[in-house]
């Protein structure tokens, strides 16, 4: 009797070290287009919250270029896989709206991070900052840039995103303030997050517009891209380049003199954050209310606002003084 108990116990044992580890919730981060560092770093952050959660598998995606179709295309492809969520940053506010429609329909959460899904297509919408803050931060940048005063341009990211044309829009009522009087907005170009589109775009502002003190670049391509023409087209010290870089990416620039200072949040703990979102829907944890306050795990908690909008924290500044130290980080 004594011997069956342990064969017995031995084969129950047994059993259940063959059962199937239990499957991972495959959560999808669907980025503006592959190949950006700010998403890279994102990604990062989103894998970090997956290794805290534990039980999640992340799916990084994104069009090789910053178009909507692109993103269409993906998301499809993501309902295929019968993934539990979908986060996205999305090229075009409205474009996506159908296919991400079609995902609710099959039980698929979605939300979007960082560029804005219009509301019927997303359950919310998490921003790195709030937009009047960030168009206020680009406007001092410029001041920083051109204590003066002088003509400024834009070099924007895609025209359809959502959140360069936000805080192009807060940037240009901030700019229309007193402290402004003597700042000129004298054009807005788009580079598409391309390299080699906003380059040309920012050589194209170069020539067109002689007097040109600054170019704010509200994307962390452009900014770059706009630092290096500057940089070639020998105006440095006559044109200064500011707006959202990554430390890593601006090193360079800051030393050579083509920017004084620029700002960006922290996109690792963006990516970490919307994971968290994520799963507080799939697990049900987040609701999706209006005025609900919700966890972003380690980084704290946040309340979305009537339009399902919750926002993180203050883009930060960075100069000679701190690049050196973050452009190790992001
Ligand atoms: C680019 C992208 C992204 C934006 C950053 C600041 O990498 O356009 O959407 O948030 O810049």
């Not at 341009?153 to 940037?171: D, F």
């Not at 009087?181 to 050589?203: C, F, I, M, N, P």
């Amino acid at each position: 009797m004594h011997r069956i108990r342990i064969t017995l116990a031995a084969a129950v044992a047994a059993l259940s070290l063959a059962q199937p580890a239990l499957a991972a919730d495959k959560i999808a981060l669907v980025v503006k287009s592959l190949g950006n560092g700010f998403f890279d770093a994102a990604r990062q952050g989103a894998q970090e919250a997956a290794k805290e959660l534990g039980g999640l598998e992340i799916i990084y995606a994104g069009p090789a270029k910053p178009t909507a179709e692109g993103q269409v295309e993906i998301v499809n492809a993501l309902i295929a896989q019968r993934v539990k969520a979908i986060a996205i940053s999305a090229n075009d506010p409205d474009a996506l709206v159908p296919v991400l429609k079609k995902a609710r329909q099959r039980g698929i959460h979605v939300l979007s991070f960082d560029a804005m899904v219009r509301q019927d297509g997303r359950q919310l919408h998490l921003a790195p900052s709030s937009t009047p803050l960030i168009g206020a931060k680009l406007a001092a940048l410029a001041l920083e840039a051109a204590p003066g005063g002088g003509e400024v341009a834009v070099l924007s990211a895609t025209a359809q995103a959502t959140n360069q044309n936000g805080w192009i829009a807060a940037l240009k009522s901030t700019l229309a303030t007193p402290p402004y009087a003597k700042h000129k907005l004298v054009s807005v170009v788009y580079g598409d997050d391309q390299t080699d589109k906003s380059y040309r775009e920012a050589q194209g502002l170069l020539k067109s517009h002689p007097n040109l003190k600054v170019i704010v670049a509200p994307t962390t391509v452009g900014i770059a891209a706009a630092a290096r023409a500057v940089q070639d087209e020998r105006r440095v010290g006559q044109v200064f380049v500011t707006g959202l870089g990554l430390p890593s990416e601006m090193l360079g620039h800051v030393r050579g003199g083509a920017v004084k200072s620029f700002a960006i949040w922290n996109p690792v703990d963006l990516g970490y954050a919307v994971i968290q979102l994520a799963n507080g829907l799939v697990k049900g944890t987040v609701k999706g209310m209006a005025g609900e306050t919700v966890s972003l795990g380690r980084i704290g908690k946040t309340t979305l606002d009537a339009g399902l909008e919750a926002a993180m924290a203050e883009p930060y500044t960075f100069n000679a003084s701190n690049v050196d130290k973050f452009s190790k980080v992001y």
